[in-house]
């Protein structure tokens, strides 16, 4: 067992550096801001979130964590940025957030101190920012209880994808700030399924999300080719 932690210390920098504008909707992190509905309720979805016991894996300043408690969950938003917890931590003081907290731990650490501790584990546009992402997929599955569900949200890497979410995205647009997305550490669905098979994850539904500039709307669909996002489930024992 490896004691070095899977996280890029320039990773955590960049985000931390923007953390006190996580909840500005104006800000770098709007598109979060205009993506959250679509993947809260494509989440809620799959699984009602009313009474579960839900983990969010790189939480940052809490959007999603936030969201999945307003719907009636459990939620334990995780991540390395004390500055993005802190900032989380404040937001939920002030919109008096029922049931949500937060925590400094990675999934590795907290799969190993509450293995089967949840129903439901979300991990979204995280992946691509860690340098081992096969590392948080088997944490997220030893995390999520047998007959559970595990969400992921990535970026596709391939030539359409570097041209829409870092050529488009950060420069064109400036919809992010630049270097939030490095091309190399995209993850092809077929490595994050590869991934999810080897920590014994059955893969349940794949979805893509597309953006439209001129009407700065996001939308789900069957074309996973940029943004994407996969169902998974831990089988139940013997099943």
Request: glycine share 6%; proline share 6%; charged share 20%.
């Amino acid at each position: 067992m490896t004691s070095t932690l899977n996280a890029d210390p320039a990773e955590l920098a960049k985000f931390s550096e923007l953390a006190h504008r996580w909840w500005d909707p104006e800000s770098e992190f709007r598109p979060l801001h205009q993506i959250n509905p679509l993947r809260l309720d494509w989440i809620h979805g799959q699984v009602p979130l009313q009474g579960r016991q839900v983990l969010d894996v790189g939480c940052g300043g809490g959007i999603l964590a936030d969201a999945m408690a307003r719907k009636g969950a459990c939620v334990t938003g995780i991540d390395l940025s004390a500055k993005a917890l802190k900032v989380a931590q404040l937001h939920a003081l002030e919109a008096q957030t029922p049931n949500v907290q937060y925590r400094e731990v990675s999934a590795e650490a907290l799969a190993a101190e509450q293995p089967a501790g949840f129903d439901v584990v979300t991990c979204m546009e995280m992946l691509e920012h860690v340098p081992d992402p096969a590392s948080v997929v088997q944490a997220c599955a030893s995390l999520v209880k047998p007959g559970g569900w595990v969400f992921f949200s990535t970026l596709n890497r391939n030539p359409k994808s570097f041209l829409f979410a870092i050529v488009g995205a950060e420069y064109l647009l400036k919809l992010l700030p630049r270097g939030t997305h490095e091309y190399a550490k995209m993850i092809r669905p077929s490595e994050l399924a590869r991934y999810c098979r080897q920590a014994g994850l059955e893969l349940a539904q794949t979805r893509g999300m597309e953006y439209n500039p001129l009407t700065r709307r996001y939308w789900l669909s069957a074309d996973t080719s940029v943004n994407y996002l996969f169902a998974v489930r831990r089988p139940l024992a013997g099943a």
